[in-house]
């Protein structure tokens, strides 16, 4: 017989571990999604944004949650370093021409800064697309300020990587919304 207290027991450390053992890669995009000036409350308000009119009750907790796991992803980890590498060196006006002038100023025909947001918005299926597109129409919130090109900064790629986690997130909890809906359908 299946001993339950003992395999629950076993879950918990498990993703007990998963949350404090954050690896280098985890680590360092979090620190540099901060030091760039966007915290992850910043994200959780853009998925509010997405998903408030779709799920009845939902927190900003909830919001929260999912776009701390989107980032235990390794793909999210490496679009967020990559991203914001580039728009440092940018800033910084390291960059070989043409591509210092390309980004920037962020050229609207550049179009590398989408695809590597892509790759996040891919991790939670092909819905996150309907968000991605619509949130960076929209630019709220954080994303409003990210594309302040008056203020020197430079944010090309780190737009995109916000509006992508966003997305992303949303998605997860749509996914997770329907999955509880199947589980209480087939309960009750
Ligand atoms: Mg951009």
Redesign the pocket.
């Known amino acids: 017989m299946l001993n339950l207290t003992k395999i629950t027991k076993e879950i918990m450390v498990m993703k007990m571990d998963k949350n404090t053992k954050k690896s280098e890669l985890e680590v360092k995009a979090r620190q540099w999604l901060t030091e760039r000036g966007v915290t992850l409350d910043d994200i959780a308000e853009l998925v509010y944004y997405l998903q408030s009119s779709y799920h009845e009750d939902l927190s900003m907790e909830d919001c929260l949650e999912n776009v701390d796991q989107v980032l235990t992803k390794r793909e999210v980890q490496n679009a967020i370093l990559t991203g914001i590498q580039l728009d440092k060196l940018a800033e910084q006006k390291l960059l070989d021409q043409p591509l210092q002038k390309t980004i920037e100023t962020?050229e609207s025909l550049?179009g590398v800064?989408?695809i590597i947001?892509f790759s996040i918005v891919n991790v939670y299926g092909s819905i996150g697309f309907t968000n991605y597109g619509y949130i960076d129409k929209q630019k709220p919130g954080i994303l409003e300020r990210l594309?302040d090109k008056s203020t020197g900064e430079c944010?090309?790629?780190?737009?995109?990587i916000v509006g992508a986690i966003a997305a992303a997130a949303s998605s997860r909890l749509a996914h997770a919304t329907a999955d509880t809906g199947l589980i209480e359908d087939n309960l009750g």
């Not at 944010?155 to 995109?160: A, G, M, N, S």
């Open positions: 962020d550049y800064d989408e947001a594309n944010h090309t790629f780190l737009d995109d």
